[in-house]
């Protein structure tokens, strides 16, 4: 029977139905529901998977590695973004091994509907030099779990996949294996095989770049990876992940008449490609992110052919791919059943009714007004939408955690007070360390922390800090006197000037934090 199942909740049924231990992950879109699908289902507690949050992706992905050293298979999730943080261990774990079988899911955000920057995480998989799968439908990614971390434990190496909004945001029938179960607790045989002093490092190093050619065969072999030539050699088709769906919308009577070469397992080998660049001159390339595979092609392939996509300016450099671009790009016209009606009209985000941060930035900007309004280092969550009207209230928002050290950097230039806003998740994510070279410096900055008591942005998720961020900021350093705890509320909004106007004249560091739940997570825990 089959199982209808969100991107995002295939993966995690597939991670369950592997015989995991645990998965480890901070929230972020397009991955978040992963981690939720397996604290909802009922069989995590019963078989006793570790399911709880991490404070950020570096800690999650360190423990990952944890639990793989222990022997038991794991997944660790983030959305692309937070494979940043992560590159640390990421990138080292690629030079470790893993011991129990590891798979890092990255969720890419082309056409950035809720993100900074479209990163394409398979250049962090190329760069660790490890194997990587790209599902292209639903049912791939919940196979390509088991396959991966097979594959993981096969080559003792993390394998990487990396996923898209589409596909981890839409819902198809998936049919399940059976379930495996978990692996034994067994540390690694190797006793330095995790000891990456440089002598160890080195053999590890070395033992990474001799399995390169194994990891290229086994995507040459790879069911992900398929080539057919049907035929019409004008051009011929690359297309990775999701960006097959894209070319098969546009088939006639269901057949593509150019040879398709379908890429879902990495790294991409001359072996792969030559299928296709000995048959066609001209090659056209369908990638949702950054042209990686176009760029490689340039070294695997004869300089007669001719190379198509996104860089050579025949597809949209940046946004995702879509059934249309594909289309246009192969010189079909749309069928009218592909046209999107304009029936969905865009609207600018904006904060809740009745959300805490309007109280927050009602305050902030009277408190501000004998300052130049340009000294706000904002950060990210709900509270960036004190970027727009009515508030106008904010600076930057860059990346998490970089409210507390860009102002930090700004008053060292001069600009004091500066003045940091960020929420009180982002602020274990990756605040704290930035507010302990504030109070190192005792910086003439002015930290607030909007405590809603949780991630709000990402759905509610429970925040770190809940309950011991007072403590938190006092273990750091913070001043006794300099601490101030406000209720962002209308009734308080001139006492909270007040306290916002003394502490911005005060020549140091002063942390304020703002706190009242999320409206959102209070109306569900039915307090109003
Ligand atoms: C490295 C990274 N990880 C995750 C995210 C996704 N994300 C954006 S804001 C946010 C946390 C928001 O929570 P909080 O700071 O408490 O603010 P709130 O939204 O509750 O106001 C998360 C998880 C991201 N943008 N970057």
């Known amino acids: 029977m089959k199982q209808l199942l969100l991107g995002d909740e295939a993966i995690a049924q597939g991670a369950i139905d592997s015989g995991i231990s645990g998965v480890y992950a901070y929230p972020g879109t397009p991955s978040t529901e992963i981690m939720e699908y397996i604290q909802h289902i009922e069989i995590t507690q019963n078989i006793g998977i570790h399911c709880a949050w991490s404070t950020n992706e570096k800690t999650a992905m360190e423990s990952a590695l944890g639990m793989s050293y222990a022997g038991k298979r794991v997944i660790v999730c983030m959305k692309h973004v937070g494979l940043n943080v992560a590159a640390d261990p990421f990138m080292n774990a690629a030079i470790t091994g893993v011991n129990g079988g590891l798979m890092v899911v990255s969720a890419d955000d082309p056409s950035m509907h809720s993100s900074q ?42 394998v990487l996949m990396r996923l898209t909004t589409r596909l981890a945001h839409s819902r198809t029938g998936i049919t399940r294996k059976e379930s495996l179960p978990q692996n034994l607790l067994n540390t690694p045989k190797n006793k330095s095989q995790f000891i990456l002093l440089p002598a160890n490092a080195r053999l590890r190093y070395k033992n990474l770049l001799s399995l390169q050619k194994d990891f290229e065969n086994k995507a040459f072999d790879s069911n992900f990876n398929q080539f057919t030539d049907n035929g019409d050699h004008q051009i011929g088709i690359i ?130 007004k004998t300052y130049t309004s340009d000294r706000v280092f904002s950060d990210i969550g709900c509270y960036t939408l004190g970027a727009l009207p009515p508030f106008n209230s904010i600076n930057t928002c860059v990346d998490m955690g970089a409210s507390i050290t860009m102002a930090k950097g700004a008053a060292d230039a001069g600009l004091v007070p500066a003045i940091a806003v960020i929420g009180d998740s982002t602020f274990t994510h990756s605040g704290m360390t930035g507010l302990l070279d504030a109070v190192i410096n005792n910086s003439t900055i002015k930290v607030i922390i909007c405590d809603n008591e949780t991630t709000g942005m990402t759905g509610g998720q429970p925040s770190s800090t809940t309950g011991r961020l007072e403590q ?35 020549k140091g560091l002063s942390v304020i934090i703002s706190q009242r739940e999320c409206i959102q997570t209070a109306s569900r825990n039915k307090k109003f």
Do not use: W
């Open 472 to 506: 938190i900021c006092l273990g750091l350093g913070v001043k006794r006197e300099h601490l101030k705890v406000i209720v962002p509320l209308r009734k308080n909004h001139q006492d909270n000037i007040k306290i916002m106007t003394d502490e911005f004249e005060y």
């Open 239 to 368: 297309a990775c992940g999701i960006a097959i769906n894209y070319v098969m919308e546009n088939a006639i009577d269901g057949k593509i008449k150019y040879p398709l070469l379908k890429i879902s397992q990495y790294p991409v080998s001359k072996k792969i490609i030559d299928q296709i660049s000995s048959v066609c001159k001209t090659i056209l390339v369908f990638e949702d992110g950054y042209p990686f595979i176009e760029e490689q092609l340039k070294g695997l392939i004869s300089n007669n052919n001719v190379i198509k996509g996104r860089l050579s300016g025949d597809i949209p450099r940046d946004g995702e791919l879509n059934p249309s671009i594909v289309g246009n790009a192969l010189g079909i016209a749309p069928a009218e059943t592909m046209k999107v009606p304009g029936i969905v009209v865009n609207r600018p985000p904006t904060l809740c009714k009745g959300c805490s941060h309007i109280d927050t930035f009602n305050a902030l900007n009277e408190a501000i």
């Open 117 to 158: 920057n479209e990163q394409d995480s398979r250049f962090f998989g190329k760069f660790a030099l490890i194997p990587m799968l790209e599902p292209s439908t639903q049912q791939e990614a919940y196979d390509m779990v088991h396959y991966g971390l097979d594959l993981s434990e096969t080559f003792k190496v993390p």
